[in-house]
């Protein structure tokens, strides 16, 4: 498990021992790839700890990543230590300049969330609100159409996104999920329940009943 006092995302992170704080980071990795949130070499994080940044090297199955293969960056992108970062380093440094109360970056491929994406349309709001925590969490969740990994286009286009500071999740369509949180524990949520709502939708074929509207707001 995380332990969560040694997670990003805290004033008493700046503080703590930067190996801890790269082993908490593969923690995170490896449960993203046990709780089949990716697969293969599919996926990549970021997590923000004061002046640096730590990202998944490229090439490199989360299920893999440990502490001497973390590459850290600066706040302009620049490798302090480590090889190449996933080649969705601009994607994840757009995200945490538009979320300055954001520290990680969660990026997933499941399955069932890319099918939910090539089953629904781009657009402030897509997949329908089909559980509490879903609402709680991520609802209205908005998708971006197809856009290639990697490219500059992409990272641009998801760093506007999350300038709303109601978004919290992000859709791609035929590619994954992005979510963000203040520490691991909040982005998981996010991706877990989102995940969930995504295998409610595509197990039903799209026929669940929604929560209705009039307790929309109510959930929280």
Request: charge should be neutral.
């Amino acid at each position: 498990m995380i332990e969560r006092k040694d997670k990003l995302g805290t004033e008493s992170a700046g503080r703590t021992n930067a190996s801890i704080l790269k082993k908490n980071f593969c923690r995170f990795c490896h449960f993203l790839y046990e709780r089949h949130l990716v697969s293969g070499v599919g996926g990549n994080v970021s997590a923000r700890s004061a002046d640096k940044i730590f990202l998944t090297p490229s090439g490199y199955s989360l299920r893999d990543v440990e502490p001497d293969v973390v590459v850290t960056v600066n706040n302009k992108g620049e490798v302090l230590e480590g090889g190449t970062p996933t080649k969705d380093t601009n994607m994840h440094l757009g995200i945490l300049r538009a979320k300055p109360d954001a520290n990680v970056v969660c990026h997933v491929h499941g399955a069932y969330i890319i099918a939910a994406t090539t089953m629904l349309t781009p657009g402030p709001d897509t997949l329908p609100p089909l559980t509490p925590g879903f609402v709680y969490y991520a609802y209205p969740l908005p998708m971006v159409p197809f856009l290639v990994p990697g490219s500059e286009v992409l990272a641009k286009t998801v760093a506007r996104e999350f300038s709303n500071e109601k978004c919290r999740a992000l859709f791609l369509q035929n590619h994954g999920l992005v979510t963000v949180g203040k520490d691991f524990q909040e982005a998981l949520n996010v991706a877990e329940e989102i995940d969930e709502a995504a295998r409610i939708f595509v197990l039903t074929d799209r026929k669940a009943k929604a929560i209705p509207s009039k307790d929309l707001d109510r959930i929280g």
